[in-house]
């Protein structure tokens, strides 16, 4: 590897030979999305190819496909929300549950205690 130019890639570094493999790859994966060309008064080595009709088309539809995703956005937001209250729902419920149970054994302790003295009383007399 001496002598090479190496080219960042994310966290990675390549050489130019690796980069160009790589690029080829993109290019056949993505072939059916992308056709290489000049584009007219540029340099870019990406051009569509399709037409007017075409694009408009494929414009409309990716807007379509953002304003889904906005409205999943939408739907995990007031998800997150729901479930959050439901979380905090539960144990209040719990709680609620657990002092009617602890009145009831204290009134139950209470009267259970009351008729003990009422049976000690009684023996010793």
């Known amino acids: 590897m001496a002598g090479q130019v190496l080219f960042k890639c994310g966290p990675d570094f390549m050489t130019s030979e690796e980069a160009n493999k790589r690029e080829n790859i993109f290019r056949e994966t993505h072939n059916d ?4 060309g000049a584009m007219e008064g540029g340099n870019s080595s990406f051009n569509s190819g399709k037409q007017p009709l075409e694009l408009e088309m494929l414009q409309k539809e990716h ?3 953002m304003q889904r995703i906005q409205e999943l956005r939408q739907q995990i ?3 997150k929300i729901h479930l959050e209250k439901k979380k ?3 144990p209040e419920e719990k709680m609620e549950a657990f002092k009617t149970l602890t009145d009831k054994y204290n009134r139950m ?3 259970y205690n009351a008729l003990l003295a009422d049976k000690l009383k009684k023996a010793k007399k």
């Open 88 to 90: 905090k729902e539960v």
């Open 63 to 65: 807007d379509e496909k």
């Open 33 to 36: 999305h992308l056709e290489v």
């Open 109 to 111: 302790r209470d009267e």
């Open 77 to 79: 937001a007031e998800t």
